[in-house]
């Protein structure tokens, strides 16, 4: 796609970047540190047994409909033995189960039952409603603003410099 | 005019080709409030799958969101880097091992506990933490080249007011009961 054939420049001679994009930079880290401790209070309202980390391979299996636990241990940078135990504690609470993969007779694959699905949707509407209530505060300017400002950074975050 | 030049065809900015960009939002019809917290909830959601991305552009991303949050507690206990991250306790404890063998992080005996250790990050460590920040704004700044000074600001401007407005901050309010309200 694009004609980048130069090497990337050494980080040393980076550290004096635009304040602009260093701007950016510091308040989506604080933006993502904070959306994973809400993730963690969205696992406490699914149920109060579920840990933050088993909240996401929730979220992960229900939203890729079904998954192998080496996929996800894979999707989530964890070692295969931390994703067995949350998955281990999601069965247990009856939001996921195993079925055998139909391509693999000696793996299984996730699925996410219809109780742990329902209780995942009611979790996100819930929310959903939350956060709307918070944005009732901003004027509708700045919240279309910032939707349309987002759209287009996911966009370019997508798009592939190399 | 610091930016780096090496960023693709300028004439096709990412939004423009993104087949995603195709929202029925007519950019001249007047946002209803609640249409407009649709498309920003749908965004923000988005946002948060992209941070993968994100991620891939710094190659150890794992082991520095742990040496970032230990740099941002200064010195702090693994249970509290864990909490903070919501992440296991075992896996956390690797993940400094390895910080510690690298010499980025170091350990020292509480005085106060002293079955407990206390980390804290290296001068080595800072500067990791600083050169992987510094790579990350290069990788924004050739995928943001083409947008006016005004939408960059704008951008971090309302990232900090949703941040701070709708989601609390797990490092400077860890979690404890008594303390478990949004600050207004």
Redesign the interface.
């Known amino acids: 796609?694009?004609?980048?054939t130069?090497p990337?420049?050494p980080?040393?001679e980076?550290?004096?970047?635009?304040p602009?994009?260093?701007?950016?930079?510091?308040?989506?880290?604080?933006?993502?540190?904070?959306?994973?401790?809400?993730?963690?209070s969205l696992a406490r309202e699914i149920h109060p047994d579920l840990?933050?980390?088993a909240y996401g391979l929730l979220v992960r299996i229900a939203d890729a409909g079904t998954s192998r636990a080496t996929e996800l241990a894979e999707?989530f940078?964890?070692?295969k033995s931390?994703v067995s135990?949350q998955v281990k504690s999601l069965e247990r609470l009856g939001f996921v189960t195993r079925e055998r993969d139909p391509q693999d007779a000696r793996a299984f694959r996730l699925v996410s039952t219809t109780a742990g699905l329902t209780r995942l949707d009611e979790t996100r509407a819930a929310r959903?409603e939350r956060?709307?209530r918070?944005?009732?505060?901003?004027d509708?300017g700045?919240?279309?603003?910032?939707?349309d400002?987002?759209?287009?950074?996911?966009?370019?975050?997508?798009?592939s410099?190399r | 005019m610091?930016?780096?030049t090496?960023?693709?065809?300028p004439g096709t900015?990412?939004?423009d080709?993104?087949p995603?960009?195709t929202?029925p939002a007519d950019p001249s019809s007047?946002?209803?409030?609640?249409a407009?917290?649709d498309?920003?909830?749908?965004?923000?959601r988005?946002?948060?799958t992209?941070?993968?991305?994100?991620r891939s552009w710094v190659s150890d991303?794992?082991p520095l969101t742990v040496l970032?949050v230990v740099a941002q507690r200064g010195e702090t206990r693994v249970s509290a880097v864990a909490a903070?991250?919501?992440?296991?306790v075992?896996?956390v404890s690797r993940s400094l091992a390895a910080l510690c063998r690298e010499g980025l992080v170091q350990w020292r005996a509480d005085e106060n506990d002293l079955r407990s250790h206390l980390v804290s990050c290296t001068p080595a460590g800072l500067a990791r933490l600083?050169?992987?920040?510094?790579?990350?704004?290069?990788?924004?700044?050739?995928?943001?080249e083409d947008?006016p000074?005004t939408?960059?600001?704008?951008?971090?401007r309302?990232?900090?007011?949703?941040?701070s407005?709708?989601?609390?901050?797990?490092?400077a309010a860890p979690?404890s009961p008594s303390t478990a309200k949004e600050p207004a």
């Open positions: 796609l694009a004609e980048t130069q990337p420049t980080h040393t980076l550290v004096d970047s635009d602009a994009f260093s701007d950016v930079e510091r308040e989506l880290v604080v933006l993502l540190r904070r959306a994973r401790g809400a993730a963690g840990e933050p980390a999707y940078g964890i070692d931390a135990r959903r956060v709307r918070q944005l009732e505060a901003w509708a700045d919240v279309a603003l910032f939707a400002l987002l759209r287009r950074f996911n966009a370019a975050v997508d798009f410099v | 610091s930016t780096p090496l960023a693709a065809d900015s990412p939004a080709t993104s995603a960009d929202s007047v946002p209803t409030p609640a407009g917290t498309e920003l909830v749908t965004a923000l988005a946002l948060f992209c941070t993968r991305k994100v991303a794992g970032g903070a991250l919501l992440m296991d075992s896996t600083g050169e992987r920040r510094a790579q990350l704004q290069h990788e924004l700044a050739l995928r943001l947008w000074e939408e960059v600001a704008d951008l971090s309302l990232l900090n007011r949703f941040a407005s709708v989601l609390t901050d797990p490092i979690p």
